[in-house]
């Protein structure tokens, strides 16, 4: 079974930046990509941005040019560096993994708070 560990989030204020870290609990396991969604009250949630094992990254258009996602080396370890934060960025950010196989994996969710 795996689990992801998140950490990272807090209260910043306009302008500001945040690290998000996710790491998965195992190594070699098959996994696909690695990345960070985000809820917003009374949204749905949204993805931010991924990265594939392989090296290809997807971005949502929100947060491009602001955020950057990386892996470690290990691969099962997951970055969001955040940057220029705006209040329409507080959330719930949720880690995600997807497998090989399909199983899709959730973090427990960090609070991201952004003050005007």
């Known amino acids: 079974q795996v689990q992801l560990v998140e950490s990272g989030g807090g209260l910043v204020q306009d302008g500001g930046s945040l690290r998000l870290s996710c790491e998965a609990s195992?190594?070699?396991?098959?996994?696909?990509?690695m990345g960070w969604y985000r809820q917003a009250p009374g949204k749905e949630r949204e993805m931010v941005a991924y990265?594939?094992?392989?090296?290809?990254?997807n971005v949502a258009e929100a947060v491009k040019g602001r955020f950057t996602i990386s892996r470690a080396k290990s691969q099962n370890t997951v970055y969001l560096q955040m940057n220029m934060l705006t209040p329409e960025d507080t959330a719930v950010y949720y880690c995600n993994l997807v497998a090989w196989d399909g199983r899709i994996v959730w973090g427990q969710g960090t609070q991201v708070t952004v003050s005007s």
């Open positions: 195992v190594t070699s396991f098959p996994i696909a990509s």
């Open positions: 990265k594939r094992t392989s090296g290809d990254a």
